[in-house]
Every structure is written in C-alpha cells, then in structure tokens.
C-alpha cells in the first residue's frame, strides 16, 4: 500500500505539487490521470524518493519514504519517465544488473529473470543490445528491470507512452495480472481508455492539486458525464474537488 499525504512541492515560483493526498490499495491499480504539466511526475518523484517534499509524507508498506528511503525503495518498483537502459548491455544484462544491485543471489536473480523474459514475451531481445530497441522493446526491458527484485509495489509513469497497439494490449495484460496477484500498482497517464481500461481507483489531478477522485463508475455518476474524458474535462474546468 502507498499512502501519499498533503505533499507539497515548488520549483523556484511554481508550485508544481499542491497539496496532493491519495491511497493506492494492494490488489488494486490506481491511476493518477490529468493533463500534461499537472504535477503527476513530480508527485510520482516524490513517492519513489527522487524528488524530497517540501512537506507532507509518504508511506510504502507504513515506511516512511523520508525517514528510511533504502528500505522503500526496495519494497519499489519503478518505470520512470525516462527509461534509462545500458544500451551497450543487452536486455537480459540490463535486467540482471539491475537484480545484483537490489542484493539477490544468483540462482534466485536468473529465476526471475527468466520469468520475466516469458511473461513480458522478451525472447525475440533477451540478447540482443539494448542500443537500437524499439520504444516497447524499451519499455518491457525497463518494466522487467523494475520487476525484478519481486516488489509489491509497482509505481509506472505513462507506461505506454510511444508503444503500438499490440505492445500496449500486452503491457495491459500484464498489469491486470500483476494487480490480480495481490500487488499495488500506480500508473500515471493522460489517456482515457488506458485509465479506463486498467484502473480500480481513479486521482484526477490539475495545477498541482487533486480535483477529483474515485472508481470510473463514481466520477460519472458524480458530473452526470457520459464518458470518462467528459467527467475529466468537467472537473478540471470546474476547479471543483469531487471525491468517493
């Protein structure tokens, strides 16, 4: 579970996160939705300790991100903005890298990397380098990179951004699996059938604020909208806070 609260954060003049509050259940995906410059990055930084708060809290598993970020972010998965891949290593290097510095023994770390390379379908790359891979080619070696200490707690930013159609079905697929076996996940995006599609839990945000918050299903039934992207137009132009 990841609790984020009253957190508040400026760049110089801008306040680019204000106020923002939510709780991401286990066994559910929660979607930060909002347009872009709303603050959902910022906020993501935060929770995933890249970023330190001018004030409010966060807590990974009731850890406090502040107090014990190392204990955080090993109970953290994470796919940043930017996806950062070795490209001189090759996919399955990336991965195992990543697995030694999050301390697993050998025989647990290829374990998991094979599991990984199946379910993200990866063989096609798994030694191939990274230099030269497609945007989804990117995305699923990062996604497994994230994965691969086994974390309960998966923190995704646009995770499908620049993917094709059939990369972003199997990457859905995925998720749901990941929220189905018990685990937290929270994703970021601006694209109303993802967050439709994928999301138990919907945190509308704009300029840096939560304006709306709750399941699909309560956001419409609250703005009388006949469509997610119709209540999400409505409560960001309304300004006004609407929460279940």
Partial sequence: MIEVSNVRRAFGTLQAVDGVSFIAADGQITGLLGPNGAGKTTTLRMLYTLLRPDAGSIRVDDIDVLENPLEARRRL??????????????ARENIEYFGRLQGLDESTLQRRVDELIRRLEMQDIEHR??????????????????LVHDPRNIVLDEPTNGLDVMSTRSLRRYLLQLRDEGRCVVLSSHIMQEVAALCDHIVVIAHGRVVASGTSAALLEQTGASSLEDAFVEVIGSGEGLMA
């Fill in 77 to 90: 998965g994470v796919l940043p903005d930017a996806r950062g891949l070795y490209k001189r290593f090759t």
């Fill in 129 to 146: 380098r990274a230099d030269g891979f497609s945007q989804g080619q990117r995305v699923k070696t990062a996604i497994a990179r994230a």
